[in-house]
């Protein structure tokens, strides 16, 4: 089981990225997906989730209205595009999978290696 992460890169504050988190060797349907992030001494944080079928999503308050999360199940893809990007928002972006959507983040059962996303202002 893999979870790749790429996508993320140097970026002026007000600007935009979208993560991309590639999977396989698990039927990726089965999982609830998304993204934390971790900044330098600070602990590993919940970003945003989307459901098995991507009906149902979840943010967290600091990204909420700007960032979007998105899933391809076809091609086994997670996406995040982040939009008025802050200084705030520099840290290094995991993708993760767990089994539970409303419970997410109790039972992570694969990490990605993480991207990192550097804002300046």
């Known amino acids: 089981v893999q979870l790749q992460a790429s996508g993320g890169g140097l970026v002026q504050a007000g600007g935009s990225l979208r993560l991309s988190c590639a999977a396989s060797?698990?039927?990726?349907?089965?999982?609830?997906i998304g993204w934390f992030r971790q900044a330098p001494g600070k602990e590993r944080e919940f970003v945003a989730v989307?459901?098995?079928?991507?009906?149902?999503?979840k943010y967290a308050d600091s990204v909420k209205g700007r960032f979007t999360i998105s899933r391809d199940n076809a091609k086994n893809m997670l996406y995040l595009q982040t939009s008025s990007l802050k200084s705030e928002d520099t840290a290094v972006y995991y993708c993760?999978?767990?089994?539970?959507?409303?419970?997410?983040?109790?039972?992570?059962?694969?990490w990605g290696q993480g991207t990192q996303v550097t804002v300046s202002s």
């Open positions: 993760a999978a767990d089994l539970s959507y409303f419970n997410y983040g109790q039972k992570i059962v694969r």
């Open positions: 060797g698990l039927t990726f349907r089965d999982y609830a």
């Open positions: 989307i459901s098995y079928t991507g009906a149902g999503t």
